[in-house]
């Protein structure tokens, strides 16, 4: 099943290796966001920021907002969720994770992106080169249908959190064979 979805070991990426995979799926470099270092990077997987591909939703108060209806729901949920967005406000809260708290690992190429003001709706889809095409069956269609809810009217900013293992990271040696990144 994996070699079929091309989800290959991670490697060391830069900013420009990333958005050269998203120019070359058609998708917008813009709205790009990475984890800021290591650290951010193991806090985000401790804090279960980190699953890929993802979304994650967080309302204008910063509040994330589960898709899941239990906790055994998996990805496949999300699109309706998506196509759903206009009950959101109702939608239940969570506040052992925040908007705030997730920015805050965060860093941008462009920096524009982690500034803008809160919508009524702030979707973070994290995905990575090297789960290959989940990339475009999942978070790739996720940003097209995020797109759509947005030319209905739905209040949505949307983020694209890569994942991958970056370079200006600065990791030791030890580190990057602890992690296979040889």
């Not at 500034?115 to 069956?137: H, M, Q, S």
Request: hydrophobic share 35%; charged share 30%; net charge positive.
């Amino acid at each position: 099943m994996l070699t079929i979805k091309g989800v290959k070991g991670p490697k060391l990426e830069t900013y420009t290796t990333t958005k050269r995979y998203l120019i070359k799926n058609n998708i917008d470099t813009s709205r790009v966001v990475y984890y800021k270092n290591l650290n951010s990077y193991v806090y985000a997987a401790k804090k279960r920021y980190l699953s890929i591909p993802n979304a994650m939703f967080f309302d204008k108060d910063g509040n994330f907002v589960d898709y899941r209806k239990n906790p055994s729901d998996c990805n496949a949920k999300v699109e309706g969720f998506i196509e759903e967005l206009s009950a959101f406000k109702e939608a239940k809260k969570d506040s052992t994770k925040t908007l705030f708290e997730l920015k805050k690992l965060l860093a941008s190429s462009n920096n524009k992106a982690l500034n803008e003001e809160p919508a009524d709706v702030t979707v973070f889809i994290t995905w990575a080169r090297y789960v290959g095409t989940l990339n475009k069956e999942k978070a790739f269609d996720w940003v097209k249908l995020l797109e759509e809810a947005k030319q209905k009217g739905v209040s949505v900013n949307y983020y694209l959190l890569n994942s991958d293992f970056q370079e200006n990271w600065n990791m030791t040696k030890e580190q990057k064979e602890d992690l296979g990144l040889n």
